[in-house]
């Protein structure tokens, strides 16, 4: 008797012990669901979408709304943020640009760090865009007139969805791009994680 109760303990115990593994395997597999399905990001990530493999960029001069050449060198050892819109900027491209503004003035001592750039793919009001960079004066506004220039442009859209926000980092790689309505903070999040673990730019 004694023997057969010793057994059924072991046994009970056996079961105990197989139920405590299994929920130890289990337990990250229904987190790690549970995280995706409510949509709950963690601290670590990343609020953009992360573009693998990065498109390495060959960027040509492209001219400011002046005439004068913005060349492919002022990319470099710098983050850019980029915005292509067809012609002008509208109600919703100034809002924005608005959006940018502020967030590398919030970036403090790092803002250096950051260039924002708007593309202007066709005809554009010149009145409408000297207002805009009187508002903005840091705002770096680029032309798009030959083949070259329209090709380079066309690899931020065949990246992303027209009215994207693009990172473009020091490297002259785009790795990133974010919906037009992504907010200031969450930009902010990412672009100060990035300049706090990067060497370059």
């Given at each position: ?25 289990v ?5 790690a669901?549970?995280?995706h399905a ?47 819109v ?28 950051v ?23 840091q705002?770096?506004?680029l ?24 990172l ?10 974010y919906?037009?309505d ?8 990412d672009?100060?994680r ?8």
């Amino acid at each position: 008797m004694s023997n057969h109760n010793s057994a059924e303990v072991k046994a009970v115990k056996g079961r105990k012990m197989f139920l405590l593994l299994a929920l130890v395997f289990v337990l990250p597999f229904t987190i790690a669901y549970t995280l995706h399905a409510l949509d709950v990001r963690p601290g670590g990530q990343s609020f953009g979408n992360l573009i693998t493999p990065v498109v390495e960029l060959e960027i040509p001069a492209l001219d400011d709304t002046k005439g004068d050449s913005f060349s492919g060198e002022q990319w470099n050892k710098i983050w850019s943020i980029v915005m292509v819109v067809e012609a002008g900027c509208n109600t919703a491209c100034e809002q924005s640009v608005d959006k940018l503004n502020r967030v590398q003035r919030s970036l403090h001592k790092e803002k250096g760090r950051v260039q924002r750039i708007l593309i202007l793919k066709n005809e554009f009001d010149v009145e409408q865009i000297n207002q805009l960079q009187e508002k903005f004066p840091q705002l770096i506004v680029l032309t798009v007139k030959e083949a070259v220039q329209q090709q380079y442009v066309q690899t931020f859209e065949q990246t992303a969805a027209q009215g994207s926000i693009y990172l473009v980092d020091p490297l002259n790689n785009l790795m990133m791009y974010y919906p037009q309505d992504v907010g200031p903070k969450e930009l902010r999040h990412d672009i100060m994680r990035l300049l706090k673990n990067s060497w370059g730019g």
